[in-house]
């Protein structure tokens, strides 16, 4: 088998088609999040901190000279994808979560018996037969 064979057919397997969407979905999820964040969240806490602008939080390491720019340390953008991530990790735990707790329900639901065979209602055709 060619390579380019094995390669056409772990492409085309429905785990990788399902992990290509997923990454896909989460990248637009994870824009979402860091809009939600920046753009809903952190103003009214910022607000609430006395007009704190968290995205502009910074710590000078080195002043800005002539065209050489500031050093910064932007501990307020980490906090704001950390607040980011600390959403998206709970929206990953909460699908999970119901996830398998439908998995869990489905386990738990009886199945049908399966019909008898053919064999198995001649079988009983007969034993009440030798019954009578």
Same mark, same amino acid.
Request: charged share 20%; aromatic share 6%; proline share 5%.
């Given at each position: 088998? +060619?390579?380019?064979? /094995?390669?056409?057919?772990?492409?085309?397997?429905? *785990?990788?088609?399902? =992990? #290509?969407?997923?990454?896909?979905?989460? +990248?637009? !999820?994870?824009?979402?999040?860091?809009? &939600?964040?920046?753009?809903?969240? =952190?103003?009214?806490?910022?607000? #609430?901190? +006395?007009?704190?602008?968290?995205? $502009? &939080?910074?710590?000078?390491? %080195? /002043?800005?000279?002539? $065209? %050489?720019?500031?050093?910064? @340390?932007?501990?307020?953008?980490?906090?704001?994808?950390? @607040?980011? !991530?600390?959403?998206?990790?709970?929206? @990953?735990?909460? #699908?999970?979560? #119901?996830? $398998?707790?439908? %998995?869990?329900?489905?386990?738990?639901?009886?199945?049908?018996?399966?019909?008898?065979? *053919?064999?198995?209602?001649?079988?009983?055709? @007969?034993?009440? &037969? &030798?019954? %009578?």
């Amino acid at each position: 088998m +060619g390579m380019m064979q /094995e390669f056409k057919e772990f492409a085309v397997k429905g *785990n990788v088609v399902d =992990m #290509a969407v997923g990454v896909i979905i989460g +990248g637009a !999820f994870g824009k979402i999040v860091t809009s &939600l964040v920046g753009d809903v969240i =952190m103003p009214p806490i910022g607000v #609430a901190m +006395g007009g704190v602008d968290f995205s $502009n &939080l910074s710590i000078v390491v %080195k /002043e800005a000279v002539d $065209n %050489k720019p500031a050093v910064l @340390i932007s501990y307020g953008k980490f906090l704001q994808t950390t @607040i980011d !991530f600390v959403i998206i990790a709970f929206v @990953i735990f909460m #699908a999970i979560k #119901a996830i $398998n707790s439908l %998995k869990k329900k489905q386990a738990e639901t009886p199945a049908e018996p399966a019909p008898p065979s *053919n064999q198995e209602v001649l079988l009983t055709e @007969i034993r009440d &037969l &030798l019954k %009578k």
